[in-house]
């Protein structure tokens, strides 16, 4: 009952908006500093967005589901 109300889900969703896109450029940072070989920094960039991207939206799509009372 708790995310049911629209502040509270309007809330928990920045957050993990807020987490999500602060991991995408904490391990981006990582990545083009620590890997030298460009394709293997290419690739790594890309599934590091693909991966924050993916839990970000399942962790969203929860919340809702939460929010709403979906099963």
Known sequence: KWLANP???GLSL?????????????VQV???DYIH???LKLSSLIL???FS???????ILAILLVAFGGK
């Open 7 to 9: 502040l509270n889900t």
């Open 14 to 26: 920045l957050t993990i908006i807020f987490i999500f896109f602060h991991l995408k450029l904490g």
């Open 30 to 32: 990582i990545i083009e």
């Open 37 to 39: 070989n460009e394709w």
């Open 48 to 50: 590091s967005d693909l």
């Open 53 to 59: 991207i993916t839990i970000g939206l399942s962790c």
